[in-house]
């Protein structure tokens, strides 16, 4: 069976296209894999567990949760645009959330995934911005807020990410060599799975002298991203 692997749906009642793409990919696809895991931004923004009752994330769910009601154990990360999901969100998809970063089994060799923010260190501005945003007091205000201005608060910020990243060069939002390495050192791996710089690719490393592996999983925006893993070999593979 085949283990699968994506990243940065960004779903959203803006994009219907690509939400029937992930419902045809749960049902078609996922529900017969070994497992399938969502490293971060399944949602263009998650405004606290209230959101699994908003129409537009209905679709979604009632999907996720055909899957996991069929038996697929489906695991997802937070990413930095769908943090606040919780246990609400668990009881409506049956699916688990995974700590980032978090080593799994992948047919017997240890391999790393995360979402994969925490490694574009050289983008001083959004760090700081994330660490803003995942302070327990901030969360706990925006959480205390009325549903309606959680909303326009996230549509805010969500415009200001997108003016933010215009103005800044693509190396800078791109994942830094050396945090990669001390990651892999630090949880002893040596394959990393991780999304966020929406630059699918599967990249060669050299660590400690010897073979090691980082693949990115690309975006749905335009269409589907997905990498299949089975014990042989793993593969990234386009979904239209």
């Given at each position: 069976?085949?283990?699968?692997?994506?990243?940065?749906?960004?779903?959203?009642?803006?994009?219907?296209?690509?939400?029937?793409?992930?419902?045809?990919?749960?049902?078609?696809?996922?529900?017969?894999?070994?497992?399938?895991?969502?490293?971060?931004?399944?949602?263009?923004?998650?405004?606290?567990?209230?959101?699994?009752?908003?129409?537009?994330?209905?679709?979604?769910?009632?999907?996720?949760?055909?899957?996991?009601?069929?038996?697929?154990?489906?695991?997802?990360?937070?990413?930095?645009?769908?943090?606040?999901?919780?246990?609400?969100?668990?009881?409506?998809?049956?699916?688990?959330?995974?700590?980032?970063?978090?080593?799994?089994?992948?047919?017997?060799?240890?391999?790393?995934?995360?979402?994969?923010?925490?490694?574009?260190?050289?983008?001083?501005?959004?760090?700081?911005?994330?660490?803003?945003?995942?302070?327990?007091?901030?969360?706990?205000?925006?959480?205390?807020?009325?549903?309606?201005?959680?909303?326009?608060?996230?549509?805010?910020?969500?415009?200001?990410?997108?003016?933010?990243?215009?103005?800044?060069?693509?190396?800078?939002?791109?994942?830094?060599?050396?945090?990669?390495?001390?990651?892999?050192?630090?949880?002893?791996?040596?394959h990393l799975i991780h999304g966020h710089t929406h630059r699918p690719a599967q990249h060669e490393l050299v660590?400690?002298?010897?073979?090691?592996?980082?693949?990115?999983?690309?975006?749905?925006?335009?269409?589907?991203?997905?990498?299949?893993?089975?014990?042989?070999?793993?593969?990234?593979?386009?979904?239209?």
């Open positions: 069976m085949t283990t699968l692997f994506i990243s940065d749906l960004h779903l959203s009642a803006e994009r219907p296209a690509i939400i029937a793409l992930f419902e045809r990919f749960l049902d078609e696809r996922a529900r017969r894999g070994a497992a399938l895991y969502i490293l971060g931004d399944l949602f263009e923004y998650w405004i606290g567990d209230e959101a699994v009752a908003q129409p537009e994330y209905r679709p979604a769910i009632e999907s996720l949760k055909r899957c996991t009601d069929h038996g697929l154990p489906v695991f997802v990360m937070h990413g930095n645009r769908d943090f606040l999901l919780g246990e609400g969100f668990m009881r409506a998809t049956g699916c688990r959330l995974l700590p980032d970063p978090t080593v799994i089994d992948l047919y017997d060799e240890k391999v790393l995934v995360m979402h994969g923010d925490t490694l574009c260190t050289d983008d001083v501005d959004y760090q700081r911005f994330r660490r803003m945003v995942r302070d327990p007091d901030w969360i706990a205000q925006f959480i205390a807020k009325p549903l309606a201005e959680r909303i326009a608060m996230a549509q805010d910020l969500r415009e200001t990410s997108k003016t933010a990243t215009a103005a800044k060069k693509p190396e800078i939002m791109d994942v830094n060599p050396g945090a990669v390495e001390a990651v892999m050192h630090a949880h002893r791996v040596r660590l400690d002298g010897a073979p090691a592996r980082r693949t990115v999983l690309g975006d749905w925006y335009e269409q589907g991203s997905v990498l299949a893993c089975t014990p042989q070999q793993c593969v990234l593979e386009r979904l239209d």
